[in-house]
């Protein structure tokens, strides 16, 4: 922020204001941690419970999740693909991965990153080489109308680089990535569901983004003054993919809701501390879930109260305690809450954030009501927005919901989701000491993180299916060597009690997922030549068009044949081919793979594609089809002939 | 090969001598072919058989693949991975992929490309980056001992760039991959199961390769002539991955079969013709099966008889016809089958390699004893060692075996499998018209190429389960868009009839699999140190190491901390990071990514990787542990400090 001042918050342990139990340091080291499964489920355990889980087998439900062969599934679940970079699409509830849409890391399958579409996408480096090729996906929500998924987009983001992708869940492929300025350790993505100011905008506009590490702005200072480090809120456009504005705020992002009237937005702060080493982090005794007011930050905005900082020309407006002491033009607000919290959700009848507190054994309830009146001055505190603050057990990560006033919290330490009442968490919290507010707990094979239930955080919360992603396996399937699959566990949540129904193992390490009724979405399966400005429309029009050293290629494919028979190079050529698949049938997919030059890419029915490679080995290389397309698929080939 | 006029067969079309009913070229443009399901099964139906296939839901069998959360698969399954270049291995009977091995493509999980150790295995051009990014994988088979799989080595092929790797099934990770000199479109794999001359090596030393395109030898010539174009069938040697051999041969290879006693290998030929274009390849009445006599081809190594091609000194011996006209001592021995066959398979007794037709509804019985008959002189004609050629139904490829003298074929265009018994199949071709060798028949959707049942092509073949790969699937998921995942599905053979159990939608587009009892392999779950020589075995060890600008950084890891807190660096340093994980916890996983650096990989327990890069750019970069680990894995963290 140019010749702004950074400043950290003053003695951040003295913020917080309720001092509930928390787990102490030493509790925390004295504790099995990590791989080693926690079976001390005395300390921190709900008081109104009793572990309803027995042995997994006990559990296991014998229907269900079996789709019978030729049966289709009945729900989608969009899954973050964790260290591949992409999102997987899952039929439910058989669990079965159905496609993986390649996005931040190059896909060999489809040519994603060999091809100039997906490059142009990617984003390259002057050299056309791509800039980055490794990512780590963690979260993924879709577009919102009426307060439920509409099938428009779906967005998913990169942890390491920064970077928010796009999907578009009519062809399900990635149409653009975003990498946010002044961003490192990007984290939590939620798109609003409303406009905050005009009602007819009742879908999402806006994609939300948390930074978590804090860093120099700008960060081209290599100094380890870590009083000169901050992170950064970030909100995207949902349509243009630009960003829109950010906001400078003590402490750090982690996870984000949004409310169901466009007009809040909130992160969980795990790090208020911004402690560089990670028992800094844990020094407070309470972190902080930080409220946005939408609404007056992009007033500010319009009205120029923004700075700028290095290179980037995104506005900046301060969010900063300091800086908004006065609840009536506040754009931000700091609810304490239990120690290095990880997690917030939106309920879905619109009335509340849950943070859950990993290091305490406590989830915090806030009042959305309340957090509006606080920035109508009509709250004296905004802590007062706190309705409920009940212990859950050891470890609590995330949350998710039924549609019947249940959550469900995945408890990391104890390897357990346990299910609790909402209004009863409240009762009880104001005193209602006979308020049983755990309703069951059921044992996740091990150490959960995220979970999610079909959709649990629109207001069609079914109540149907859970599942929770379990970050350790370990003997849950065949020994394959010292990586383990993860284990991502189905669970029937329609009755009383929670059912066990399937384990499947899953690559690592995928975060986050949404679930939702088939009916949402209406893929498309045949793509328009309209959507490729290259398309080639009629075989007729293959050829070789040479421009000096710069040489067009121009294919079509049906099966089982290329529109040419062999072309011809010569050494040094610039060379783009453009292939147009011509078939027409669903699922009549080709491959284009030209050996020992590094392509290879797919054409789905009607689609274009094209590559840019340097002709620079002579000799003769049979270009054929790599995916299965007909009896004469081994025959489809043309030949490239690259003479010296 | 150094001055050695290269000749094409003469008229290959008069090459074939039996001519039984194949599928006409004009037959074949009339069927329904490609995406469109082939309905026609009139045509070429076997003579004894009624379709007993129904509809999918009639044939799904309710249990045996549902495996009980917490319950072990009983039997793995190792898959090619098609476009991903890696292996997959899964559960059986529940069909759960368990883990990816990757090898031919990085992978930004593990950090295969990445890393300094995985790049040194996959190959890299002069500047340091990979030599290739794409891949299509096909076969995979692993390293036999009496007859049996042992669980020492598995092997899968990149036909795209003509490499061979070797997967370690005690990790389970790749550590060789060999690039095959003058092959292009390398194709089928097969190891040997015996030495040829010592019986005391009853286990794999060897592994087979079939190149499938004709090329310039050496391939440096951009010429059209086709008639200058080649095809190799290789040996690499098991341990070393070296190549040993190559066999110069009229026609082309596609898969590849090896006998039990080691003295024979095979490939089919799809193309003796050695066409260009599709209708060329389709032109003879008749292919071929090419047999190869690997004790003499090593005895005409060793007695110097080869030559070699262009800058590789591996030994190429001559297996053209015009060569190997005198049976007693021949190299090579040249079945003629029928048109275009897709596949040959060894016969769990020993007995037999089968080929199937593709463009004839035939399979093809050749007796190995004949064959070596054949090469001591004792048979008059090679072909008289065909002892069955039997109609099937439409697009035979491959087949399968259950240990009980039944075979299995996929029916490409008829969307079938058909069971066949072999012993009445050569009865009938006899003359025994009486004898019904078709026993069942299943449809399977759609397309079906590769098909692999539990030990099938072992003389421990149990007739237990049979996996299909059908490499469409249209209707039989939720639609995604315009790419469809493939269909493998899952059949009970241990009864007369089979039962189809599931179906599993799976990325496109893997080829080949094996299916082998678990108590096969004994996975370690832990590296250890002395795997690696630049392990860091003490946290003390940590520090950084300058020696001008190269520098060192050493660290390790122990949840939930790396040694190291920061690290300082100049702009420009060469860095090589090495990081050991100390943890010893079976699946306690750590991982490491570098913001803006385009790093990521992981370290399991007690393993060592390390990156080279240059501190191109100032700032502070959070390095964060991107594998979840422990309660405090979010606060997992080192700050690399790159001064300007």
Redesign the interface.
Known sequence: MKDQEIKKPQNPETIGQGRRQFMSRAA?SG?A????ACTDKGVGAAPAASAAGS???G??A?SGV????????TY?GLWSG????DMR?L?LPSG?????IPVF???????W??TNESKKIMGTKPDGSL??????THHTHASYKDGNYDGRYAWVND????RIARIRL????CDKITELPNV??FHGIFPDKADPVDPKINYTTRVFCGG??A??LP??????DDSK?RSMFTCVDAETMEVRWQVLIDGNC?LVATSYDGKLAATNQ??IEMG???ED??SAERDACLFFNVGRIEAAVKAGKFKTIGDSKVPVVDGTREANKDPKTALTAYVSVPK?P?GVNASPDGKYFICAG??SPTATVIELAKVLDYFEGKLAEIDKAIVAEVELGL?PLHTAFDGRGNAYTTL??DSQVVKWNVDAAIKFHAGDKSAKYVVDRLDV?Y?P?HLNASHSETKAADGKYLAVGC????D??????????ENE?MIDISGDKMK??????V???PHDFIIFK?DIVK?????SHDDFPLAIRDPKESGVFRQGKKVTVKLTSQ???FSL??F??K?GDEVTLILTNL?K?????H?F????Y???F?V????TASVTFIADK?????C?C???????H????T?M????
């Open positions: 925390l504790l941690l990590g791989a080693v042995g997994p087998a559990n296991a014998e079996h789709i019978k062969p030729g049966e289709l599934d989608y964790g260290h591949t970079g699409v039929g079965r991965e159905i496609l993986r890391n190059p896909d060999a399958l489809v040519g990153g060999i800039r980055y090729t490794v990512a780590d942890k390491i680089n920064s009519d062809y399900f492929v490192q350790g978590e590490f860093i120099p960060n081209n200072v290599g100094t380890d480090y982690d795990y790090n560089a080493h990670y982090m844990m290095n990880h990993k290091l470890g990391f330490l094979q150490q993180g970050k350790f396996s370990k849950r399937f065949l020994p394959v060597g010292p990586l383990h699959p566990q066990l129904m399937a384990d499947h193992p690559r690592g390490e088939r893929p498309k399966q045949i793509y099966a089982p044949a028979r062999e011809k190079l050494k078939d049938v669903e699922d009549l997919t491959g793979a030209i050996p020992k590094n392509v290879n797919i789905n029915p009607q689609e002579p000799g003769v290389f049979w054929y790599t995916h299965f397309c007909h009896a004469l081994l025959e489809m080939r030949r002939i690259v003479e010296a």
